[in-house]
């Protein structure tokens, strides 16, 4: 933390922004006292504290959100407006955190065409088509991959060998690799199924535009 307060003192002093923008209050957490005077820009990505919660809610998540709670509470006092994707975590914000909704912007989320120029794709249906789905998600319970895989077993249990399947790409990492694996392969999955794990922008062009549909599963908060 020291040496956190120490590398971002110098910065300050050699750039002297007039705009801080922040993503994380963990990562803001050691040096938020020292934005006086400046103006602080988050963008909220969601309820840190809750997002924990979802994947321990025994006594250790549970303490654990508690701190993570306290250190958002005292970081979200010391932004001066926050940008969220929806209306859903305009209330989030509101709601939990108590902060004002004229501090509030929501920018709906925007894809950069100079970078992921997506190009449409022709699906055939037809008798023995093969479907190709992407996912892009982190690995872990709230993401609700597990649920997915669910879905995508009983369309092949309820398919003929020559009729309409998929191939579905999951690209992410995350606690939850080892056990998405071992679910995969227990649900007679593993033809279907391919783990690509971390994938950069520059790759995820060339998935998207080779997928017919991205699919994002999602079982508790947004995103």
Avoid at 11 to 30: G, K, M, Y
Avoid at 122 to 144: F, H, N, P, Q
Avoid at 170 to 197: K, M, N, Q, W
Wanted: glycine share 6%; aromatic share 10%; proline share 4%.
């Amino acid at each position: 933390m020291l040496t956190s307060r120490h590398t971002f003192r110098r910065v300050l002093l050699e750039l002297r922004p007039d705009v801080i923008n922040i993503h994380f209050a963990l990562t803001a957490f050691p040096v938020v006292d020292m934005f006086s005077g400046i103006k602080t820009i988050m963008n909220f990505q969601g309820p840190w504290f809750l997002e924990g919660l979802v994947e321990d809610s025994g006594v250790h998540g549970r303490i654990k959100s508690f701190f993570k709670k306290c250190i958002e509470k005292y970081v979200y006092r010391k932004v001066d407006h926050f940008i969220v994707l929806s209306v859903e975590f305009s209330e989030v914000l509101q709601n939990v955190f108590h902060i004002p909704p004229e501090k509030i912007s929501i920018v709906p989320p925007i894809v950069d065409n100079q970078k992921f120029d997506i190009l449409p794709t022709a699906i055939d249906y037809g008798v023995g088509s093969v479907c190709k789905l992407l996912t892009v998600r982190r690995l872990v319970k709230r993401t609700g991959i597990d649920l997915l895989l669910r879905a995508l077993a009983i369309i092949k249990n309820d398919a003929s060998e020559e009729s309409f399947c998929f191939q579905l790409d999951i690209a992410g990492v995350g606690p939850h690799f080892d056990a998405l694996v071992r679910l995969t392969r227990d649900l007679g999955l593993s033809e279907y199924v391919t783990f690509c794990g971390f994938v950069s922008d520059e790759d995820l062009v060339d998935k998207y535009n080779k997928a017919d549909f991205s699919v994002m599963p999602t079982v508790a908060l947004e995103g």
